[in-house]
């Protein structure tokens, strides 16, 4: 079973570059069929998706937040990488590594595995 | 983007009640619609896909309809373990988005 943990500093100074790791067990980011995403939550708030990663190389960002956003893939340690440049006190939030599997029946795309989540709090 | 709207945003049930939470599309998205349920410090947890598709080891009390612009998830029988907020989400393009969430609670 595909299991992700997100890994990473729980706090950064504003201004600074939010950085984290997902690493995935139990499966492969290059077995295909799967895009792999960041999403964060504000404390108390909903779900935002930040953007993903396809093992490839190809990404999509958020474009809210696509001038701070990259995305990045470590296939030999099957992790994924967020980083966050010029962080404020808005960025903080619950970040959450998920995969979207995008194989099978159309429609049926969907957020089938997601991390426990971190909290990153941006703050001096 | 799309924009999806969650009604009710708060719901107060009982142990047995059939509840039904909508969720509307600014746009048409097919069936590309998922749903999450999400209880307080844990990470969402996928209930529905496809708009109706049930995923594997979910209880048969849930269920997903709809198609186009509006959707709605239906819980059959409340349980103790389903006070939680539940999300939508559409997949139909990108920037993947959330419906604000629907907080069931007592």
């Known amino acids: 079973q595909v299991q992700l943990q997100e890994s990473g500093p729980g706090l950064v100074k504003p201004s600074q570059t939010l950085s984290l790791t997902c690493t995935v067990s139990g499966g492969s980011v290059i077995s295909g069929g799967h895009y792999y995403s960041w999403v964060r939550q504000h404390p108390g708030k909903g779900l935002e998706w930040i953007g993903y990663?396809?093992?490839?190389?190809?990404?999509d960002f958020n474009p809210s937040l696509k001038s701070r956003v990259a995305i990045s893939v470590d296939t030999s340690k099957n992790q994924f990488s967020l980083n966050l440049r010029s962080v404020t006190a808005a960025d903080t939030a619950i970040y959450y590594c998920?995969?979207?599997?995008?194989?099978?029946?159309?429609?049926?795309?969907?957020?089938?595995?997601w991390g426990q989540g971190t909290l990153v709090i941006v703050s001096s | 983007d799309i924009q999806l709207t969650q009604s009710p945003s708060f719901l107060s049930a009982s142990v047995g009640d059939r509840v039904t939470i909508t969720c509307r599309a600014s746009q048409g998205i097919s069936s590309f619609l998922a749903w999450y349920q999400q209880k307080p410090g844990k990470a969402p947890n996928l209930l529905i896909y496809g708009a109706s598709s049930l995923q594997s080891g979910v209880p048969s009390r849930f269920s997903g309809s709809g198609s186009g612009t509006e959707f709605t998830l239906t819980i059959s029988s409340l349980q103790p373990e389903d006070f939680a907020t539940y999300y939508c989400?559409?997949?139909?393009?990108?920037?993947?988005?959330f419906g604000q969430g629907t907080k069931v609670e007592i």
């Open positions: 998920a995969r979207e599997n995008i194989v099978g029946p159309t429609h049926s795309v969907r957020f089938d595995c």
């Open positions: 990663i396809y093992y490839s190389g190809s990404v």
């Open positions: 989400q559409q997949l139909n393009s990108f920037p993947r988005t």
